[in-house]
């Protein structure tokens, strides 16, 4: 059984790597759908609300809510005593993070999608899901609030960094490649080499 857990900020890739692992049948978890399923719980808008009852949960629960809330659902997908890979998508915050390693030990892999704020706002703008999306002084302000949970932090603390810079495909591969390959130094490797196997 291995865990998979991605960090990054918006439009880095967090929602493509998903998708990769539901196309190659992978579960996911979606630590977002938590907090989704809170607004619609307290009759709130999701995409007006997601970040203010991000910050409730954690007020009223613990730091570590969303990770706890999180946690029965990773596990309902690995109870098969043959399960292989999960993926838990959109740690946050550095007691989320610490849960996880506490919960699955040498299980958990942490992997962390980067790529810079230009580029991450022009997929944003094409994509334009919300205003945010759309509005780069929006995104700015949306990237500050994910900061003040220390998402760097997170980040910066990841066993596996894929940098999303290249082509979809190429970025598909390295999801790939960590999705089915050992975690940690192997799968540092395929994360930072081309599918040619060329180091970048």
Do not use: Q, W, Y
């Not at 059984?1 to 990054?8: K, Q």
């Not at 929602?15 to 996911?28: C, F, N, S």
């Not at 910050?55 to 309902?76: F, H, K, Q, T, V």
């Not at 598909?172 to 970048?200: C, F, I, M, N, Y």
């Amino acid at each position: 059984m291995r865990v998979i857990g991605t960090v990054g900020l918006p439009g880095s890739g967090k929602g493509e790597a998903a998708a990769v692992a539901e196309k190659d049948g992978v579960p996911v978890v979606t630590m977002g759908d938590v907090i989704r399923a809170e607004c619609r719980d307290r009759g709130l808008d999701p995409a007006e609300h997601h970040g203010a009852i991000a910050r409730a949960l954690r007020e009223e629960n613990g730091p570590a809510a969303i990770a706890e809330r999180s946690i029965p659902l990773i596990e309902d997908e690995t109870a098969p005593e043959d399960a292989g890979t999960v993926l838990v998508d959109g740690l946050r915050a550095p007691v989320e993070l610490e849960r996880f390693r506490e919960r699955f030990g040498d299980d958990f892999t942490l992997v962390a999608i980067t790529a810079p704020f230009d580029l991450r706002a022009e997929r944003l703008g094409e994509r334009g899901r919300d205003d945010s999306d759309v509005d780069a002084e929006a995104l700015r302000d949306r990237e500050e609030r994910e900061r003040e949970f220390g998402m760097d932090e997170v980040i910066d603390a990841a066993d596996v960094t894929i940098e999303n810079t290249d082509s979809l495909a190429s970025f598909r591969d390295r999801v790939r490649a960590v999705l089915h390959g050992d975690a940690g130094s192997d799968a540092d490797a395929a994360a930072t080499a081309d599918p040619t196997g060329v180091e970048k």
